[in-house]
């Protein structure tokens, strides 16, 4: 990688970012499409990340930025105009700067919708969907398959009254909709609305290979599809479970892959090398 006087820059803002595969799947689309460009982790503590975002409004040569874990929310009132995705997900994930000014967009859900058409081949219009977990990936994941046409989502959280506010937030959004609540508990069956189709785990259960089931695993049956945010391990332990109750599962590797396509296409104006990004992730 060559840096001269006219290298552009790209950041992922968290706290921590030790643990993202972003900076190497970025760094190796800019490497295929010849950009001279670098992308680099920020660990910007809560406390600085107004100063964080006005670093990046004084950056003239800023090709553009990631947002993640705990800043996504966050960072909404500290930026000019939100896409509509922005908007619905009531969360930022890319950082695109326009004539002088910084757009906040969300390309979280549209990165979901294409992974679940990729890897699990469904389509979200006239889908019925379990969503477990209510926190900001369940609203972005929520709000795109609702926008995309999906008839049902069964909102399945810990804390029932977080999923009751994602409810009343899509169903405003999106009133042709169905939206229900249940509470999620250990003895929790994903067999109590046969008419489901996919179940998506949002939730941050199975980050740890320690972390008790979710639910009961072995309620899961086939036809039902499951697709699990949590990449790493990239066998997760719902994974597992579903793909020994006889169900297609897979992590959310293809999702984080579109998410980054998308910024990449947002940032740069040119179709992402996805082959490449593939490459980097499992690398
Ligand atoms: P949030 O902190 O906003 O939400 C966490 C969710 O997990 C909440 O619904 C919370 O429930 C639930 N939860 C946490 N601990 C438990 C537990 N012990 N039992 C039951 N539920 C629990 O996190 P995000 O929504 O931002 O992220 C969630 C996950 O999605 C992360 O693992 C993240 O890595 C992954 N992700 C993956 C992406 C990808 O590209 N593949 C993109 C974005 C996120 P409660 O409300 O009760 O606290």
């Excluded at 921590?16 to 900076?23: A, D, F, L, T």
């Excluded at 993640?68 to 509509?84: G, N, Q, S």
């Excluded at 939206?179 to 785990?201: I, K, M, Q, Y």
């Excluded at 945010?229 to 020994?244: G, K, M, Q, S």
């Amino acid at each position: 990688m060559q840096i001269d006087g006219h290298t552009r820059l790209a950041f992922l803002l968290g706290y921590p970012v030790g643990h993202s595969r972003s900076p190497a799947m970025q760094q190796a689309a800019f490497r295929a499409t010849d950009l001279n460009a670098v992308y680099l982790p920020w660990a910007v503590s809560p406390a600085h990340l107004r100063g964080a975002v006005s670093g990046l409004r004084a950056m003239e040569n800023l090709l553009g930025a990631n947002v993640t874990v705990p800043h996504k929310e966050a960072v909404v009132p500290l930026l000019d105009r939100l896409t509509p995705d922005a908007e619905a997900a009531g969360a930022v994930n890319t950082i695109v700067p326009r004539e002088g000014a910084l757009v906040g967009d969300n390309t979280d859900g549209a990165g979901f919708l294409i992974a679940l058409q990729d890897e699990l081949a469904v389509e979200a219009a006239d889908l019925h969907v379990v969503i477990l977990g209510a926190g900001g990936a369940a609203r972005a994941v929520a709000m795109s398959l609702a926008r995309a046409g999906a008839c049902a989502l069964i909102l399945a959280n810990r804390t029932r009254e977080r999923a009751e506010r994602l409810a009343r937030e899509v169903t405003s959004r999106v009133p042709g909709c169905r939206v229900s609540v249940e509470r999620l508990h250990p003895r929790w069956r994903a067999d109590a609305s046969p008419e489901t189709g996919v179940l998506v785990n949002t939730t941050s259960v199975g980050l740890r290979p320690t972390d008790p089931p979710l639910f009961d695993y072995e309620s899961l049956a086939s036809p039902l599809l499951v697709y699990d945010l949590i990449y790493h391990p990239p066998e997760t332990p719902l994974v597992r479970a579903a793909a020994r109750q006889g169900c297609r599962a897979v992590n959310g590797l293809g999702m984080l892959l579109h998410q980054g396509a998308f910024a990449f296409e947002r940032w740069t104006g040119r179709p992402a090398p996805l082959a490449a990004m593939r490459e980097a992730l499992r690398g």
